[in-house]
């Protein structure tokens, strides 16, 4: 695209070397963030805290200070992680004042993963929009509008971490942070055109992302590249003593990992996933995609994963229930939305307050949530669920015994038109069901670009994203074959 | 299982979500189908496989039992929409 920001590599470079300032990189991106303001990719612009942040790193790479290795890189945070100097609304009504962005709950510490950021000197141009706590998969879902997809505006842009995507997609900073509990970076990437890490789970701290479903939640890079993928999953990546689920895990070399051979791998494709339905044209391309490996060396090689077909009803128990749990916390007593009865004590409060805070997609899930959980159904539905866990990361398991990486579709469609699925949450959750396996098996995966689907007469040309998943803290290997699917996607 | 009318409202009680009717209704409507959909995991044969709470990976290392300093009064009380005598203000829940 025309005007998009350049490499964030290359930017950083730049900054260090005091070929370009930190503030005039500042100033296009946030003119950009203007240009492209109908996309809905944001939810609020960080206009004068950013400039006062590449203002101070311009003075002191003056003053001869060594600088981090995102120096003046604008990087778009999904507006689900805490930022100290920003307002963090989750896209919910619940976490403002008056139900507008611009009153949102001030956290009073910055995400682990955000504080990384700023002490690698990237510059945080603003908070991207979401489904409202995570919740769903088109960016829809949010209280204060839906993000469009800049290869198509009339479609969505994968959710839950659209905003971030489209961020990147449309040129607004090269680097984004989203989070990944079901598929919400990898779905959102693979809709756009850009590249979208869920880590290990652990890998990358959690602490200051608002817990939606905690077992699965994972934080992790969405780029342009996937060397600029790398540089920001190095950044954000390691051990965070207080996140109790942080992995003591030395991180990867995971820009170098993107140059490295990938010939003599062993590439599985589990059997299951095509016969889920996929369209013809996302079937050609997921086709090519593994012809490329192929022509790169790697041996393809057919799977079982038997159990992929509990991930769906799995997922949605576990997730319900620990977001049922986690959203307790909004009562409009410590932060946020208040609404006061006239009467009726503190259970009034809270249920006045989370009534009018919560959307319907929260709401159904909080519900579903709370009964997997109640008296009588706790054994026959969550304690189930917990058991088909154990099985589908298993399937993970066994086929990791016989390959190195498995490679699979992101989604079984492109990226769907607004409003289409919002009538029918069941369906919006079955789109779900190629990326659901390796969240619930806490696997590291990506979405690279593969060809997109061909142009047809009521359709444009729209991404297409190739899923890899690999064994636990193997995010090196997973680079390695994206690099090798993108150098082999670009002529 | 079947989710009805009332068992909704009962769990909506639970979750400390007042619903309008017409919310009520969708809810139910919603809810059913997702209910009938997750029960093919209530139909499997999964007593003797252990449940997973949590992604296995490497142990998890507790950090060392030492106090931390935790967050100030005054910002921990800056974002509440009610406070009262330095601390969250809620309706009365005690009585003598």
């Known amino acids: 695209m025309t005007g998009a920001a350049s490499s964030a590599s290359r930017i950083a470079a730049d900054v260090r070397g005091g070929r370009r300032s930190a503030v005039e990189i500042t100033r296009e991106a946030l003119a950009r963030c203007d240009r492209h303001a109908e996309l809905g990719a944001l939810l609020y612009v960080a206009r004068d805290t950013a400039l006062a942040a590449a203002s101070r790193l311009d003075a002191r790479r003056a003053a001869g200070e060594p600088l981090g290795t995102l120096a003046g890189v604008p990087v778009v945070v999904k507006d689900a992680l805490c930022t100290i100097d920003a307002p963090t609304t989750c896209a919910s009504r619940i976490l403002t004042r008056d139900g507008t962005p611009a009153t949102g709950w001030r956290p009073p510490y910055d995400a682990e993963a955000v504080a990384r950021l700023r002490a690698a000197d990237a510059i945080v141009l603003g908070k991207a929009n979401l489904d409202e706590f995570a919740m769903g998969s088109s960016t829809e879902h949010g209280a204060f509008g839906a993000t469009h997809n800049p290869a198509d505006p009339t479609r969505t842009a994968g959710g839950s971490s659209g905003g971030s995507a489209a961020a990147v997609a449309s040129g607004l900073a090269p680097l984004a942070l989203g989070s990944d509990t079901g598929g919400s970076i990898r779905q959102p990437a693979s809709f756009t055109g850009v590249v979208g890490i869920k880590p290990t789970y652990g890998r990358v701290s959690r602490r200051g992302l608002v817990a939606f479903a905690s077992s699965l939640d994972c934080v992790g890079p969405l780029a342009a590249t996937v060397e600029d993928a790398a540089l920001l999953l190095a950044v954000v990546a390691g051990h965070d003593p207080l996140d109790s689920t942080s992995l003591d895990a030395r991180a990867g070399d995971y820009v170098a990992a993107c140059g490295r051979e990938v010939a003599g791998l062993r590439v599985g494709v589990p059997r299951e996933y095509l016969e889920t339905g996929l369209e013809p044209e996302v079937e050609a391309s997921f086709r090519e995609g593994l012809a490329q490996l192929g022509r790169a060396g790697c041996e393809i090689v057919d799977v079982s994963l038997p159990s992929t077909r509990l991930a769906v009803a799995t997922y949605y128990v576990i997730a319900a229930a620990e977001a049922s749990s986690n959203l307790a916390r909004l009562d409009g007593v410590r932060f946020g939305l208040r609404v006061e009865p006239p009467a009726g004590g503190i259970a009034a409060l809270h249920a006045a307050t989370r009534s009018r805070g919560f959307g319907a997609e929260v709401k159904r899930r909080i519900l579903l949530g709370t009964w997997v959980l109640s008296a009588g159904y706790y054994d026959a539905y969550y304690l189930r669920a917990q058991r088909a866990r154990t099985l589908i990361r298993e399937d993970f398991v066994r086929a990791f015994a016989s390959v190195d990486a498995i490679a699979a579709p992101v989604s079984p469609v492109p990226a769907f038109r607004l409003g289409e699925r919002l009538d029918d949450p069941l369906s919006m959750y079955l789109a779900d069901a190629l990326t659901l396996p390796p969240s619930l098996a806490g696997l590291p995966a990506l979405s690279v670009p593969s060809r997109p689907t061909r142009p047809t007469g009521d359709r444009p040309a729209l991404p297409v994203g190739l899923q890899l998943v690999a064994p636990p803290l193997e995010e090196e290997r997973l680079l390695a074959l994206a690099a090798a699917v993108e150098r082999a996607a670009t002529p | ?96």
Not at chain 2, 10 to 22: H, K, P, Y
Not at chain 2, 85 to 95: G, L, N, Q
């Open chain 2, 1 to 96: 299982m079947s989710l009805d009318r009332e068992t909704v409202a009962r769990v909506a009680r639970l979750a400390r979500i007042e619903l309008s009717d017409s919310e009520l209704e969708g809810l139910v409507r919603d809810l059913e189908r997702i209910v009938a959909y997750v029960d093919e995991i209530g139909a499997l044969p999964l007593e003797a496989v252990p449940p997973t709470a949590h992604a296995p990976g490497a142990t998890l290392p507790l950090r060392p039992d030492a106090p931390l300093p935790c967050l100030d009064r005054e910002v921990a009380l800056a974002e509440a929409p009610r406070q009262a005598e330095s601390a969250f203000a809620v309706p009365e829940f005690v009585t003598e």
